[in-house]
């Protein structure tokens, strides 16, 4: 175990009852330590957290990591889709907040300046490399599950793979989509990718329990066709279109079952398909 000395700024509250006093950070063995620079809270289930990036961390856009918090022998480490893009200079993750979760109880708490300890290997099947060659990219989310999303749309290289990329987001409530609503909006406008994403990259939110302009499961809105009608998109065609897929167990499989009728096939990094899922985490 390595002791990161001293830092007077630490303000884990098991340790630093005074936090003008140095408190020493635990960080375990293979891990990177990484600061806080940014916290958003939307919602009583849900926030946004950004740290600094080691130089050496290299990712895919869609990949996960391994994060946790410091000062235990045996820390709690969860997988967390990075949700900002590999050009971005820091690391950005959209979290649940769930009570009593042996993660997000205390993640939930983080402020800026606090560290973050991170393993040094990401992985995971959503990316495009797991795909074949496609048209249109379909990105199917429900709760944190947009966080894959928000890092592939804001990577030039997806407009470069595919013509249309149609991310949806399904939330319970209108307060829940505003990560996936402000990700959006920021990546049309940005600089560096807002001219490759305009007119490319299509934004379809829903909510099933409060009112919205879309209201609905998005596997129902498939199976009923209103997500094309709202869209004024053609229907899901195995031939052209390729599917990422992300959010909770149920929701994945009952995606599944309609995509798997409707002639794709799941694919993995070492065998492209058209369509790949990955559970988001929980807990
Ligand atoms: P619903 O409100 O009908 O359960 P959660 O916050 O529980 O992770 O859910 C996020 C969103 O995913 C909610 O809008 C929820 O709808 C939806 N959802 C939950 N289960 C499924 C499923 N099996 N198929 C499609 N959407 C689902």
Redesign the pocket.
């Given at each position: 175990m390595t002791v990161l000395n001293l830092e007077p700024d630490m303000n884990d509250a098991a340790l630093a009852s005074d936090p003008t006093k140095a408190v020493p950070v635990f960080i375990p063995d293979g891990v990177f330590a990484e600061k806080v620079t940014e916290v958003q809270h939307y919602t009583d289930?849900l926030f946004r957290f950004r740290i600094t990036r080691p130089q050496s961390f290299r990712f895919r856009s869609g990949e996960f990591v391994m994060i946790g918090l410091p000062n235990s022998q045996k820390p709690v480490m969860r997988a967390y889709s990075v949700a900002s893009p590999s050009w971005d200079e820091e690391l950005e993750f959209f979290s649940i907040k769930v009570p009593g979760g042996p993660l997000t109880e205390h993640l939930q708490k983080i402020q800026v300046g606090d560290t973050i300890i991170m393993r040094p290997k990401p992985t995971g099947t959503l990316v495009n490399d797991a795909l074949l060659p496609g048209k249109r990219l379909f990105c199917f989310s429900?709760?944190t599950g947009f966080a894959p999303f928000a890092s592939l749309i804001r990577d030039p290289e997806t407009y470069e793979k595919f013509e249309h990329v149609i991310v949806t987001h399904?939330?319970?409530q209108r307060d829940?989509l505003k990560y996936s609503h402000d990700t959006v909006e920021n990546t049309l406008n940005d600089p560096l990718v807002g001219e490759v994403a305009q007119g490319h990259l299509h934004y379809f939110p829903?909510?099933?329990?409060e009112e919205t302009q879309h209201m609905g499961?998005?596997?129902?809105l498939i199976e009923t066709g209103e997500l094309y009608e709202a869209m004024k998109i053609a229907p899901l065609n195995a031939e052209t279109d390729r599917i990422m897929v992300c959010?909770?167990m149920?929701?994945m499989?009952?995606?599944r079952t309609i995509v798997d009728k409707l002639g794709f096939h799941e694919g993995s990094n070492a065998d492209p398909g058209t369509y790949v899922v990955e559970r988001a985490f929980v807990g």
């Open positions: 289930r429900t709760g399904t939330c319970r829940e829903s909510t099933t329990r499961r998005i596997t129902t959010g909770s149920a929701f499989k009952d995606i």
